[in-house]
């Protein structure tokens, strides 16, 4: 049974620092396309970033870019995403997600961790 299991989240200001995990168990990582993703309320679910097999390749949300950094450690089936100088706009719901392709696309992802919450005040 695959299992992927976020944590990190939580409530920081404007500008702070927070350090996502995503713990993957049931799969090899290193089959699989790894990606963060967020919803905030009331919006669509956007990939916020996305990192390869080997991590070769990194991708980010224009947003996103400069302030969080996407790693994978396959031997400790865990991938993470520190995000610094967080911004009131990255509060969300955010997920972590496996891919057998290379892509930014939802619909692409087949496995999906439960979320957790990040907000940032203002």
């Known amino acids: 049974q695959v299992q992927l299991v976020e944590s990190g989240g939580g409530l920081v200001q404007t500008g702070g620092s927070l350090r996502l995990s995503c713990a993957a168990s049931?799969?090899?990582?290193?089959?699989?396309?790894m990606g963060w993703f967020r919803q905030a309320p009331g919006k669509e679910r956007d990939i916020v970033a996305s990192?390869?097999?080997?991590?070769?390749?990194?991708y980010y949300r224009d947003s996103v870019k400069g302030r969080f950094t996407i790693d994978r450690d396959n031997n400790a089936n865990t991938v993470w995403l520190q995000m610094n100088s967080l911004k009131p706009e990255d509060t969300a719901v955010y997920y972590c997600?496996?891919?057998?392709?290379?892509?930014?696309?939802?619909?692409?992802?087949?496995?999906w961790g439960q979320g957790t919450q990040v907000t940032v005040s203002s």
């Open positions: 990192i390869s097999w080997s991590s070769t390749r990194t």
């Open positions: 049931g799969l090899a990582l290193s089959d699989y396309v």
């Open positions: 997600a496996a891919s057998k392709a290379l892509s930014s696309r939802t619909y692409d992802y087949v496995h």
